[in-house]
């Protein structure tokens, strides 16, 4: 029988990262209703382009960001070097693709392979769930 060795070492994320180490944690837990209370209150949420976002989670292969868009703003085209998931939890957003349009209601959840070419517009006030995932090692803190 072989055993397999873990690369995965909990906690050894956080010691790599200069800045918001504990955003590496071995144990995240987030109310996001209170996270969105905390975004309304920032200076961004006030200027252009009518959004705001906090990171949630940051190990250096994997990104949660927790993002509010106004109603009728939009976040500029643009492409990741990993693989996306958009969890939309209030309002609407429509992803706008090379080929396509993608609305997302509430509940919804959309994910793009790395390199897809998108921009988003939020039709009415909307916050989301961005994760970002990248090959181990690709990317550096």
């Given at each position: ?17 200069n800045r918001l180490p504990q955003l ?46 106004k109603a009728k ?69």
């Amino acid at each position: 029988m072989t055993t397999k060795t873990s690369t995965c070492h909990p906690g050894e994320a956080s010691k790599a990262l200069n800045r918001l180490p504990q955003l590496a944690s071995p144990l995240l837990q987030f109310n996001l209703q209170k996270e969105l209370q905390q975004l309304r209150r920032k200076d961004s949420w006030q200027r252009e382009p009518g959004r705001s976002s906090k990171p949630l989670a940051k190990y250096p292969d994997f990104r949660i960001i927790l993002v509010l868009m106004k109603a009728k703003t939009q976040m500029t085209e643009h492409r990741a070097e990993g693989r996306v998931s958009i969890h939309h939890l209030r309002g609407t957003i429509r992803v706008h693709l090379p080929d396509q349009k993608v609305n997302l209601s509430a509940g919804q959840l959309l994910v793009l392979d790395c390199g897809v070419l998108h921009n988003i517009e939020a039709v009415e006030e909307s916050p989301f769930l961005l994760t970002i995932a990248w090959p181990k090692g690709a990317l550096e803190s």
